[in-house]
C-alpha cells in the first residue's frame, strides 16, 4: 500500500522550463481514511512543488490498496479514530444523494470542468468499469 503524487509543466512550453517531479510514501498500514490519505498526498506534494511554474497535470495514484478492515493490525501501530469512517461513511451518503462533484474533502475535490482538457471522459473514468471506453484494433 503506497502513494505516488505527481506533477508537470508542459515540456511542448517554449517560455517557461520544464519541470516534472514525483514523490512516493509507503503506508505502514493499510487506511481507509479519506482525510489521513488526502493529508499524506498533500504533503508528498509539498516535498516536490515549485512556485512559479505553469503545471500542466498532477496526480494522486495509489498502489495497491486494501480495506483497512482486512489487514492485520500491529498491536503498536496508531490507528484511524472511529470517526474517520463515521465522516467517510457521511460523506458517500452525500456523495451519493447529492453527486460526487457536490461534496468532498477540503481541496480534494474540484468543482469546475475547466481542469481538463479531456471533454470526452466521463465523469467517473477509473471509478466506474462500465465507463471505461472500449477500443478496438
Known amino acids: 500500500q503506497s502513494i505516488t503524487v505527481f506533477i508537470a509543466s508542459s515540456p511542448f512550453d517554449k517560455e517557461h522550463k520544464h519541470y516534472s517531479n514525483s514523490a512516493y510514501s509507503s503506508l505502514s498500514i493499510a487506511s481507509d481514511s479519506s482525510p489521513e490519505l488526502i493529508s499524506i498526498?498533500?504533503?508528498?506534494?509539498?516535498?516536490?512543488?515549485?512556485?512559479?511554474?505553469?503545471?500542466?497535470?498532477?496526480?494522486?495514484?495509489?498502489?495497491?490498496?486494501?480495506?483497512?478492515?482486512?489487514?492485520?493490525?500491529?498491536?503498536?501501530?496508531?490507528?484511524?479514530?472511529?470517526?474517520?469512517k463515521a465522516l467517510n461513511q457521511l460523506v458517500d451518503q452525500m456523495q451519493a444523494k447529492f453527486g460526487s462533484k457536490k461534496i468532498g474533502f477540503g481541496r480534494s475535490i474540484c468543482f469546475s470542468k475547466t481542469f481538463t482538457k479531456q471533454q470526452r471522459r466521463s465523469d467517473n473514468y477509473t471509478c466506474d468499469p462500465k465507463q471505461i471506453l472500449k477500443v478496438k484494433i
Open 41 to 84: 498526498a498533500l504533503a508528498l506534494l509539498s516535498n516536490i512543488y515549485q512556485a512559479n511554474v505553469a503545471y500542466k497535470r498532477a496526480g494522486v495514484l495509489f498502489h495497491n490498496l486494501i480495506e483497512a478492515s482486512k489487514q492485520p493490525r500491529d498491536l503498536f501501530e496508531k490507528t484511524s479514530a472511529p470517526t474517520d
